[in-house]
């Protein structure tokens, strides 16, 4: 018996594009931001700042030590969003329409430059905020861990009071669904060219 859905929301509910920040770090002076930016997993001080290991104003420092010229907070944070493409509003609306039969949770490897601006901005576009969607969220930098680490599916069983077997984890990497399969969770894996509303509804 399914209960609750657990989304993953960078390549899941929100579309992203890795390459569009990878440009736009190189275009201010990060020539090695390719080894840094991954598709599913980031790197470096992006990777310590999802974790939570690094403040905002220290993953800056780090991020200016990798540039050879000088560069804004607004510049790195701009660059870094890159990234994020967007919110379709269907999707929103599939998340309002899915809320009326089961508990929605989010679990996302995320960071708090990324979060506090352009996510939470997307989720606003239709007038409510994340919490009207979500019954509960999981981040990475709050929960000082990343997925596919188990201990972050043990944060959401936790937090939330939920069930593996009772919860449908969608997520665009494999590696992160064979995760929380291990785990005991119901998956779904939305590939490439794949969209979670065609999967449920």
């Known amino acids: 018996m399914v209960k609750n859905l657990l989304f993953d929301l960078g390549g899941v509910i929100m579309n992203i594009r890795r390459q569009n920040a990878v440009d736009a ?59 994020l493409l967007g919110i379709p509003e269907y999707r929103l609306e599939a998340l309002e329409r899915l809320h009326k039969k089961y508990k929605i949770y989010m679990l996302s490897n995320t960071n708090p430059i990324m979060w506090n601006s352009v996510i939470s901005e997307e989720f606003r576009k239709l007038g409510r905020d994340m919490n009207y969607y979500f019954d509960g969220i ?12 188990a201990e972050i ?14 919860t449908i984890f969608f997520d665009d990497s494999q590696t992160n669904i064979d995760a929380a399969a291990a785990l005991g ?14 999967m449920i509804e």
């Open 138 to 149: 999981v981040t990475s930098f709050e929960a000082g861990c990343a997925k596919p680490d």
């Open 185 to 198: 969770f119901g998956t779904a894996y939305v590939g490439p060219g794949c969209d979670f509303v065609d």
């Open 25 to 83: 770090l190189v275009k201010i002076g990060m020539s090695d931001a390719d080894s840094f930016l991954g598709d599913y997993a980031q790197q470096g001080p992006f990777l310590k700042l999802e974790e939570g290991k690094l403040s905002e104003g220290e993953f800056r420092a780090e991020i200016r030590a990798l540039i050879p010229n000088p560069v804004t907070d607004a510049q790195i944070d701009d660059a870094f969003c890159q990234f």
């Open 153 to 166: 599916f043990h944060a959401v069983v936790r937090n939330f009071g939920i069930k593996p077997e009772e």
